[in-house]
């Protein structure tokens, strides 16, 4: 694909409509991020437990669907994939504010449209990620990642910034409605791209078992990406500990209001955005391999200003922290995407996404209930001291890996495993 400017892959019409339909749908997801668990910690007043247990709901699709969602994404074109999860996840989400206005909003209520929302949510990603070595090209993968990178962090800034007087104004439950039609807009521009992938072939005999068994083997064969996942799973089990009690951290311990935590969250998605810009060149400098490691090292440790903060100036000096978190993340996420999107033959892309999924965020409803469980035990601040303390930590299988020295992506596919 020819990059005729500076702006790169974003005068490609296709790829511009990606990015668009990625600002839509990601503000919507920034806004659910803040809204849902303010519908429980403010309009039903759940306690530690229940915000740890809808945390764990959240993501409890990629438990039961992670595997097998690659091996059917794998069958389908994923660009329509993505439309029909888009449309169907805003469906979803109006369940909310319709059950509040019916007076029959309960905690076990958000459970239930957590868990489809998050069904839902693996089958978009597992088709998203695949969907863009078709789109761009393996060449451009770097610079693909980092441009969606960017608006994702975009959207982290902007989504709290109108989430938090939203939420003032009409409610956390309302509030979703802006987010169903994010995701609206999502699905209706992913509709106009006009490259679209051929069918795939349908197998003479397929055999659900056997192309998961393919994709996992070919995952966890791969040192390199199997270093990877298991970061990840190490990373996000206790990103999500330290997340589930944030929120209860800001809004009881410091007695901050909705609109002061939106801000909060909204610097965390200037650091986002910030490595999301920096990441191509910080890769390059660093080592596309080596960068993995160094950015979490560098900035998880910086995540203990938030528990040792006070009510008052020092909350929004520990907000630093988040910012680094944010920024280190989006490095790391941007170098790990590419080298697994260039690792991997094209026909196992779904199944070796879903795979790095399964096993990265697997850990994800643990997490959540590992929060609320440490949150009724030892309080708030000190769950997010162990989640620092685990973020840290994650560095250590991409540190023993031969990601330690690598400075540039393979060249070339692995070599795929005898079936």
């Known amino acids: 694909m020819p990059k005729p400017s500076r702006l790169g892959l974003l005068c490609d019409r296709d790829f511009g409509r990606l990015f668009a339909a990625t600002a839509l749908g990601q503000l919507g997801d920034r806004i659910i991020f803040l809204a849902l668990p303010l519908v429980a910690v403010a309009a039903l007043h759940a306690d530690e437990f229940q915000v740890g247990l809808l945390t764990a709901m959240t993501a409890t699709g990629s438990l039961l669907v992670g595997l097998p969602a690659g091996a059917w994404v794998d069958r389908m074109r994923k660009r329509s994939v993505m439309i029909c999860t888009d449309l169907t996840r805003a469906l979803v989400l109006l369940a909310i504010p319709v059950a509040w206005w019916a007076d029959a909003l309960t905690v076990w209520w958000l459970y239930a449209v957590a868990l489809v929302h998050g069904v839902l949510t693996v089958f978009f990603d597992v088709a998203y990620v695949s969907y863009l070595p078709h789109l761009v090209g393996r060449r451009n993968l770097v610079e693909g990642n980092s441009k969606l990178s960017a608006i994702r962090s975009a959207t982290s800034i902007s989504g709290p910034t109108v989430a938090g007087p939203l939420i003032g104004l009409i409610g956390a439950p309302a509030t979703l409605l802006v987010s169903s039609a994010g995701m609206v807009m999502s699905g209706l521009l992913a509709v106009t791209i006009r490259k679209r992938e051929q069918k795939p072939e349908p197998s003479e005999h397929p055999q659900l078992a056997r192309e998961i068994r393919e994709g996992l083997k070919f995952a966890v064969a791969n040192h390199i990406l199997r270093a990877i996942m298991l970061g990840d799973a190490i990373f996000n089990l206790f990103l999500v500990v330290?997340?589930?009690?944030?929120?209860?951290?800001?809004?009881?311990?410091?007695?901050?209001?909705?609109?002061?935590?939106?801000?909060?969250?909204?610097?965390?998605?200037?650091?986002?955005?910030?490595?999301?810009?920096?990441?191509?060149?910080?890769?390059?400098?660093?080592?596309?391999?080596?960068?993995?490691?160094?950015?979490?090292?560098?900035?998880?440790?910086?995540t203990v200003l938030m528990p040792m903060a006070r009510a008052g100036w020092s909350v929004y000096v520990a907000a630093i922290g988040l910012a680094a978190l944010s920024l280190g993340g989006v490095v790391r996420v941007v170098a790990q995407s590419s080298f697994q999107q260039a690792l991997t033959p094209d026909r196992l892309l779904g199944r070796v996404s879903a795979t790095a999924r399964f096993v990265a965020w697997g850990g994800i409803p643990l997490g959540g209930l590992l929060g609320g469980a440490l949150g009724s035990a030892f309080g708030s601040t000190g769950t997010l001291w162990i989640g620092a303390a685990g973020m840290t930590l994650s560095v250590l299988p991409n540190f023993l890996s031969p990601l330690r020295t690598m400075r540039a992506l393979p060249t070339e596919k692995a070599p795929e495993l005898a079936r």
């Not at 929120?247 to 007695?255: A, K, P, S």
């Not at 610097?267 to 999301?276: N, P, R, W, Y």
């Not at 596309?288 to 090292?297: E, M, N, P, Y």
């Open 242 to 302: 330290y997340q589930t009690m944030l929120l209860v951290f800001l809004e009881r311990e410091m007695g901050l209001q909705s609109f002061a935590i939106g801000l909060m969250l909204s610097g965390m998605g200037c650091g986002a955005l910030l490595g999301s810009l920096l990441a191509t060149r910080v890769s390059k400098r660093v080592g596309r391999g080596r960068v993995i490691w160094l950015a979490s090292l560098a900035t998880c440790p910086l």
